[in-house]
């Protein structure tokens, strides 16, 4: 008996991002890498059977993108939120409140220093 070497290759949905043909596809170097595809939510499953059933060619719009994680997402986003000024009859009853707390513990002297 003849052994036949046995070679991974991608599904054939992914096969246009190796090249123009099959044959092409086929001969691709990184034919042999394996794909990650990325899900949102933990049906993955069934969304997954769903868009080979509907439409396979469409499974390249699954594969995962590099990202990172060091800056939050949306930092570059605009500021959305409308800021306005404090109307200063507030403005003057929060300071007038804040000038009847009593100072916190570590700030007040000891009753011998009054």
């Known amino acids: 008996m003849v052994a036949h070497a046995i070679l991974w290759q991608s599904p054939a949905p992914l096969w246009s991002r190796f090249g123009a043909t099959s044959g092409d596809a086929a001969r691709a170097p990184d034919q042999a890498r394996p794909a990650l595809l990325r899900f949102v939510t933990d049906d993955f499953m069934d969304r997954m059977i769903a868009l080979l059933s509907a439409d396979p060619a469409r499974l390249g719009e699954l594969l995962a993108r590099p990202e990172t994680w060091r800056t939050p997402p949306g930092a570059d986003a605009p500021d959305l939120v409308e800021r306005v000024s404090v109307p200063r009859i507030a403005r003057a009853a929060a300071r ?19």
């Open 96 to 114: 007038a409140q804040a000038s009847l707390r009593p100072a916190p513990r570590s700030l007040r002297l000891p009753p011998w220093q009054m």
